[in-house]
């Protein structure tokens, strides 16, 4: 059974640094894309960025590059996200999920198996 | 960037009923690289179709998708009550892929 576990909620005062995990179990981790969704809370979806834990290729959304860092260690089959210097308005619920991806230079898919997400609350 | 309209934003129904959920998007959404989110409060998403008209696995049949282009729309053939939820669609054929805002189905 496919199963991502995310770490648990933080709570952080603006400047700080962060890094979120996202442990993947009962599928090959390093073969498949991993990515990260965020949600302000009462708010919709916005897709971040993934990254490709066999040889840690990553691609970001334009809304998200240079303000978040993705990452992997596929000897511990887990994904990271994380913050240099939070702000107020990072907060919100980010979910890994892992993404059926297709495509060499141009990465395309969609999220069939979903981490129970981590509420990061950023406030001073 | 594509952006994804769903309609309509919130939708009354009873179970039995029969649900259509609209997704259109600002430009065409090359070759139907469109899915279906389901989100019940304080749970992640489930995928539940994918390629515009695929179910995810373990998905019940009474979801279909269909579509291509600019319009796509969920169909649900006979409310149960666990299919009160938010619904989002999202388009993987264009980079940044982008989420609609969602359509929230609730009960009448």
């Known amino acids: 059974e496919v199963q991502l576990l995310q770490s648990g909620a933080e709570v952080k005062k603006p400047g700080e640094f962060l890094k979120i995990s996202c442990k993947g179990s009962g599928y090959s981790f390093p073969s498949d894309w991993i990515g990260w969704v965020r949600q302000i809370p009462g708010k919709g979806l916005e897709w971040m960025g993934i990254v490709y834990p066999g040889d840690s290729d990553t691609r970001y959304s334009p809304s998200f590059q240079g303000q978040v860092t993705i990452s992997a260690d596929k000897s511990i089959s887990t994904a990271y996200l994380r913050w240099n210097s939070l702000k107020a308005s990072d907060t919100g619920i980010y979910y890994c999920a892992r993404l059926r991806g297709f495509g060499g230079v141009i990465v395309q898919g969609y999220f069939d198996y979903w981490g129970q997400g981590t509420l990061v609350t950023v406030s001073s | 960037e594509i952006v994804l309209t769903q309609s309509p934003g919130t939708l009354s129904l009873s179970p039995g009923e029969r649900a259509t959920l609209s997704c259109r998007a600002s430009q065409s959404v090359g070759s139907s690289y469109l899915a279906w989110y389901q989100q019940k409060p304080g749970q992640a998403p489930r995928l539940l179709i994918y390629?515009?008209?695929s179910r995810a696995t373990g998905i019940p049949d009474r979801f279909s998708g269909s579509g291509s282009g600019t319009d796509f729309t969920l169909s649900i053939s006979r409310l149960e009550p666990e299919d009160f939820a938010v619904y989002y669609c999202?388009?993987?054929?264009?980079?940044?892929?982008?989420f609609g805002q969602g359509t929230k189905l609730e009960i009448k």
């Open positions: 390629g515009a008209s």
């Open positions: 999202q388009q993987y054929g264009s980079s940044p892929y982008t």
